[in-house]
């Protein structure tokens, strides 16, 4: 039986690579069988989800998908930042004015 601190490190590693048979086989025996570990987990996705991931569990493990912009706003962007830079009317320093108090 592998401890609380083995499946962390175990969990946070299924995110990024997939583990081999039987450290997923320990890790998944160990989760039916504590009882923080699995909410330790929930936040780990949680937490991954937060910053932009999204991950989708599998047979194999944790597979991680990034989201992407379309390329119909990549173009939006590209467009955009050439205008403005294309623009001699806008002063480069568009900060506002400091005021003195």
Known sequence: MITCREVAFLASEQLDRKLPLRQ????QMHLLMCRYCPRFRRQ???????AGYYGEETDE??????DSLSTEAKKKIRRALAES?????????????????
């Open 61 to 66: 493990g944790i597979l991680l998908k990034r």
């Open 44 to 50: 780990l996705l949680f937490l991954r989800a937060a």
């Open 24 to 27: 997923r086989i320990s890790l």
């Open 85 to 101: 830079a294309l623009s001699p009317d806008k002063p480069e320093d568009s900060s506002p004015p400091k005021k003195d108090l």
